[in-house]
Nanobody
Framework: QVQLVELGGGLVQAGGSLRLSCTAS????????MSWFRQVPGEDRQFVAA????????EYADSVKGRFTISRDNTKNTLYLQMDSLKQEDTAVYYC????????????????RGQGTQVTVSP
């Protein structure tokens, strides 16, 4: 069982920045592809970004390209999401997730998921 804990959410004005972190409870973190998803109540979960186990490959949703950066530190079992130039439409609960398969990440498949952290962007 892998536990993922997200931190770093909060309230920020449009145009501001936040950095989310996700710490895993296990050393197998370095063998897992990782991703960030977000969800607004009543809406479908939306893929945000993914990073391969070794940190070599990344993918981003078109809506966040150029504004968000996903990274990881396998020595600390921690995943990050740097969010810049935030917009009101970025308001959501952000979840990190662990995956064994890279190909199905954007389909919403995951093996483990954290409890989420709220990000609210005000006008």
């Amino acid at each position: 069982q892998v536990q993922l804990v997200e931190l770093g959410g909060g309230l920020v004005q449009a145009g501001g920045s936040l950095r989310l972190s996700c710490t895993a409870s296990t050393r197998t973190f370095s063998n897992s592809h990782m991703s960030w998803f977000r969800q607004v109540p009543g809406e479908d979960r939306q893929f945000v970004a993914a990073i391969s186990a070794a940190g070599v490959a990344t993918e981003y949703a078109d809506s966040v390209k150029g504004r968000f950066t996903i990274s990881r530190d396998n020595t600390k079992n921690t995943l990050y999401l740097q969010m810049d130039s935030l917009k009101q439409e970025d308001t959501a609960v952000y979840y990190c997730a662990a995956h064994r398969r890279w190909a199905t990440i954007q389909n919403g498949d995951y093996d483990y998921r954290g409890q989420g952290t709220q990000v609210t962007v005000s006008p």
